[in-house]
């Protein structure tokens, strides 16, 4: 029972209810000026609402480029944090100083590390003896 594709009603034709010119009603009301203002506000109420982190930083910094300001800042930083880690150093250093000095040691270098005195430590032990001399070989 196969149905011909004239009667089948899945394949009828659409027919429209609805006039084109109703739906274009309102636009064909509007000025091309007045739609041109409508799609600048949208557009800038967009753009605005997107970049209120990049404004905040130039009102922030009062320039309009805050990405060199931004850059410099941590640089700053950076380098404080490098000064204050040097003087903690030194004062550790001093310290160490200071105590040896108070044991009576006149060594003002810090102890070395288990891995510094193995590195320096010298070698006993002998390589074994090479049966082969250069006397010998002729063809180099």
């Known amino acids: 029972m196969s149905q011909s594709p ?4 899945e394949n009828a034709p659409v027919t429209c209810q609805v006039d084109p010119d109703a739906l274009m009603g309102r636009i064909n009301g509007l ?3 007045s739609m041109f203002i409508v799609s600048l506000l949208i557009h800038a109420a967009l753009i605005g609402a997107t ?3 990049f404004i905040q930083q130039c ?21 404080e944090e490098r000064e204050k880690k040097r ?3 030194q ?6 100083v200071a105590g040896q000095k108070g044991k009576g040691g006149t060594s003002t270098t810090k102890p070395k590390s288990k891995i510094e005195q193995k590195i320096n430590q010298k ?11 250069l006397d010998d070989i002729d063809d180099l």
């Open 51 to 53: 970049s209120i982190g």
């Open 87 to 89: 003087a903690k150093r």
């Open 123 to 133: 070698s006993t032990t002998l390589p074994a003896k090479s049966g082969v001399k």
């Open 6 to 9: 004239n009667t089948n009603p």
């Open 59 to 79: 009102v922030e910094y009062n320039t309009l480029t805050p990405g060199a300001m931004i850059r410099e800042k941590a640089k700053k930083e950076r380098a």
């Open 91 to 96: 004062e550790i250093e001093a310290s160490l």
């Open 31 to 33: 000025s091309f000026f």
